[in-house]
């Protein structure tokens, strides 16, 4: 592997605040095949992370969402620190947690109605209980985007539609929604790699 690789994964990590002597096996692969990709990662990171529509705060609380979904807890502590840095509190980053939770429990039974060929489940109850959408810490409109960002990382098409629907009503910008899920594609794609 060359210093030029061996510097870009390093950098990667260091932005990403995770300790650049640790080994991830794929990521290391990446370098020692000089995939320019690893450049393209922080660069799509960076971006997506430094949305103008998007707080840094909100950013963090993003990313923390997708890297707790795919189980990432390499990640997720790297978000929660800069989560915390940018200004959210233990109440927020909790929050995150359980909306990600209740999130993927939605997304499941949501895309099973969808899926199934029996429309009969469509008009059945859910009978589970969501408290936390009435009143979140975070606010309506970014629990909301929370939502779809998590609903679209796990392919729930009738989650992306309700969550979508409702940021409209809340009046929320399409340039906010798109870099938010930007955001979710980028930090789901570097689960792949570094968990």
């Not at 393209?40 to 997506?48: E, P, S």
């Not at 620190?81 to 939605?106: P, R």
């Amino acid at each position: 592997m060359t210093n030029e690789f061996q510097e870009a994964k390093e950098s990667l990590l260091s932005y990403l605040k995770l300790d650049a002597q640790r080994t991830f096996p794929e990521l290391e692969a990446m370098a020692a095949g000089e995939s320019k990709f690893i450049r393209d990662m922080k660069f799509n990171l960076r971006a997506t992370l430094e949305s103008e529509h998007l707080s840094r705060k909100e950013a963090y609380l993003i990313a923390l969402a997708v890297a707790t979904n795919q189980n990432d807890q390499v990640l997720a502590e790297g978000f929660t620190k800069s989560a915390v840095e940018n200004g959210a509190s233990e109440k927020e980053i909790a929050e995150i947690h359980a909306c990600t939770s209740l999130l993927s429990t939605n997304n499941v039974l949501y895309r099973f109605r969808h899926f199934a060929s029996e429309k009969k489940y469509e008009t059945m109850h859910a009978r589970l209980k969501m408290t936390l959408m009435v009143n979140p810490v975070i606010g309506k409109e970014f629990f909301e985007l929370v939502s779809l960002v998590v609903s679209a990382v796990n392919g729930c098409e009738t989650c992306v539609n309700s969550h979508e629907q409702s940021l409209q009503n809340l009046g929320t910008s399409h340039d906010r929604i798109f870099d938010a899920i930007r955001l979710g594609a980028v930090v789901r794609g570097i689960t792949a790699v570094i968990y």
